[in-house]
């Protein structure tokens, strides 16, 4: 099964479930969240925001496909870029820290540890930019997850620890100092993880509420 991770771009963007073009929970604050009417202004929002990010900071993101079709992504960046945050009771993030905003395997392809894949993706495209000492995430502790909140249990699993503890919405750090190995064993998970990967559904049925598939990534 041809596979290949590809830079978030306005180009990748397109090729993306409209749940994910049109959700701007992390890219608008409440109060202008509420002023988007409609799907397609949602989506102009989002690309806009995307421009500003690429422009400014670079990639903020990464898209796993398989043959061609998207499996999952995972969007990351400093927190200045991520307004909606303002609302969590556990915000702000850390100044020294990047956030991991959200992420997703779409159904179909859960259980063959793609998120996993995906947060070693990040990793190494943070090491190589240096003068990053962390990643922070808003995790859920809901059974099934709470729309854009990836779920704590998952985080932790990957090597996030509890940096500031709420009983609904805690955030959770990843030290980079703590996963330079990852950038070693990237290549071989690729391979390992990817290679036997066979979707069990059509792509294009994603959950809107997204997050669930991590459970099992």
Do not use: N
Not at 50 to 66: D, H, K, N, P
Not at 155 to 182: C, D, I, N
Request: hydrophobic share 40%; glycine share 10%; aromatic share 8%.
């Amino acid at each position: 099964m041809a596979r290949r991770i590809a830079r978030l771009t306005l180009d990748t963007l397109v090729g993306l479930p409209e749940s994910v073009r049109t959700c701007l929970f992390w890219e608008l604050d409440a109060v202008h969240r509420q002023r988007v009417r409609d799907a397609g202004a949602a989506e102009s929002e989002k690309e806009a925001w995307l421009s500003r990010v690429l422009l400014e900071w670079g990639s903020c993101g990464r898209v796993l496909y398989l043959d061609d079709e998207p499996a999952g992504f995972v969007v990351y960046a400093p927190p200045g870029y991520f307004p909606g945050s303002a609302s969590l009771p556990t915000a702000p993030v850390s100044e020294d820290a990047v956030q991991l905003a959200t992420a997703q395997v779409f159904e179909g392809y859960a259980g063959a540890g793609l998120g996993r894949v995906l947060m070693q993706v990040m990793v190494k495209d943070l090491l190589e930019r240096g003068g990053v000492r962390a990643v922070e995430a808003f995790g859920t502790t809901r059974t099934g997850g709470a729309g854009c909140l990836l779920p704590a249990a998952y985080l932790q699993r990957v090597g996030f620890k509890t940096h500031r503890p709420h009983a609904r919405e805690p955030r959770m750090r990843l030290e980079l100092k703590s996963v330079l190995t990852w950038r070693e064993e990237m290549e071989s998970a690729l391979s390992r993880l990817l290679g036997v990967v066979r979707p069990s559904r059509s792509p294009a049925a994603v959950r809107q509420e997204g997050l669930g598939p991590w459970a099992a990534g």
